[in-house]
């Protein structure tokens, strides 16, 4: 059944954007310009969800959500109040104690909105859900109470003490689903505004980046946003992923490495990215993050050294998990190679060593090179360095 949400906004501009996009996303949308009107529409129709702007013209928007949260035929229906600022915790803690369910601060992403709206309609169902659970509950309460006075007062007291025991149970669980809810709503928050904050400080270099006229500041600037863009590639596929704690490791290196092309503006005619990885080989946050710098490292050198004057070529990436949970990550390339006794280890160049440092320190593996018909590195380290903490 379609959810009936009742919009209060004086407005005529946001009232009518607000109700194309809730209408959109198939919700049946009934429109007020005031706080009276309102009050009343909200009387005859008893909708699911009240959108309540804070400012009106004949009314405090908190004012009339405390009023419609006395009403005896509307305490159940979820009220959120809109704002087109900030509203700071105090003010919001207000609309809280007028009985307010939530916030919604615009302007805010249309798919972020839609978003809040299904999660506010879903505190709506839970509430419905318990009411008729409470019901029915109190209807099997009473005829329990009435055989068991036909009966002794022991009987009447045994079955007294299971009822609390089993709503007691229900309530624990009840609240254990809410809070473990709550927990997975908080960490896709926490990625994505990672993610996003990333993204803010990509966007910074890049600017500054253009100002700069030296040509090895703008490459280190340059170089610095693509450690950012693997970084916030994992906290993007985590956001996305039904399993907060790991990712899969094949469609994060597939999309980094298309990232990584696109930068450095290679198309893949000329440089084609061959991947052998398992399927069902994931990882920990704390894993997928050393190696995606990893990657980007090794990968840039490719692109930008291996293959030159527009010489085409190929990037092989190997991952394999050994039965002893040891994983095995090699990255190769058929470009021109190395000079004769290059020694990689002895390098001073932050590409290398930041592939070095973070390959037996942090990953705690062993790390080594070949320049053989191009140049291959290889790490092993073990999967099990860190735990699962959410």
């Known amino acids: 059944m379609t959810a009936q949400i009742l919009l209060i906004e004086d407005n005529p501009e946001l009232r009518q954007v607000t109700s194309f996009i809730l209408k959109n996303a198939d919700f049946t949308v009934i429109e007020a310009e005031n706080g009276r009107e309102g009050l009343r529409l909200a009387h005859e129709t008893h909708p699911d969800l009240i959108l309540l702007d804070i400012v009106l013209p004949d009314t405090d928007g908190r004012e009339l959500c405390r009023h419609i949260k006395a009403e005896q035929t509307l305490t159940d229906c ?48 839970a509430k419905a859900a318990q009411r008729k659970a409470l019901n029915s509950l109190q209807q099997a309460h009473n005829e329990l109470e009435r055989r068991v006075t036909e009966r002794t007062s022991e009987l009447r007291e045994s079955n007294t003490k299971l009822q609390a025991e089993i709503i007691e149970h229900h309530q624990a669980e009840e609240c254990l ?71 899969h490791l ?3 290196i597939e999309d980094l490495t298309d990232l990584l092309r696109h930068s ?13 990885i398992e399927q069902d080989i994931s990882v920990l946050l704390d894993i997928a993050i050393p190696c995606g710098l990893i990657l980007n490292e090794l990968i840039s050198n490719a692109c930008k050294h291996a293959f030159p004057h527009e010489r085409p070529g190929e990037i092989y990436i190997r991952v394999r998990k050994e039965e002893s949970g040891t994983l095995e990550l090699e990255v190769s390339d058929n470009g021109v190679g190395m000079p004769e006794g290059f020694d990689f280890k002895s390098q001073t160049t932050l590409g290398l060593r930041t592939v070095a440092m973070i390959g037996e320190y942090q990953l705690q593996g062993h790390v080594e090179f070949e320049a053989d018909q191009g140049v291959t590195c290889r790490i092993r380290f073990p999967d099990n360095l860190y735990r699962v903490r959410v």
């Not at 600022?85 to 805010?108: H, K, N």
């Not at 994505?192 to 990509?202: A, E, P």
């Not at 450095?264 to 052998?276: F, G, T």
């Open 264 to 276: 450095y503006n290679v198309p893949s005619s000329r440089i084609s990215c061959v991947l052998d």
């Open 250 to 252: 094949r469609e994060y």
């Open 78 to 125: 979820i009220v959120v109040l809109i704002s087109g600022i900030r509203v700071c915790s105090e003010e919001q803690a207000l609309g809280l104690e007028f009985g307010a369910d939530g916030y919604i601060t615009r302007p805010i992403p249309k798919r972020e909105f839609i978003a809040r709206i299904h999660a506010f309609l879903r505190i709506y169902d």
């Open 177 to 247: 689903k809410i809070l473990l809810k709550e927990k997975e709503i908080l960490l896709r928050e926490l990625y994505h505004r990672t993610r996003n904050n990333m993204h803010v400080i990509r966007a910074m270099l890049s600017l500054q980046s253009e100002y700069k006229q030296h040509d090895k500041i703008r490459t280190t600037l340059e170089n610095i946003q693509h450690r950012i863009d693997a970084m916030a590639l994992v906290h993007e596929k985590l956001y996305r992923s039904h399993d907060l704690s790991r990712i």
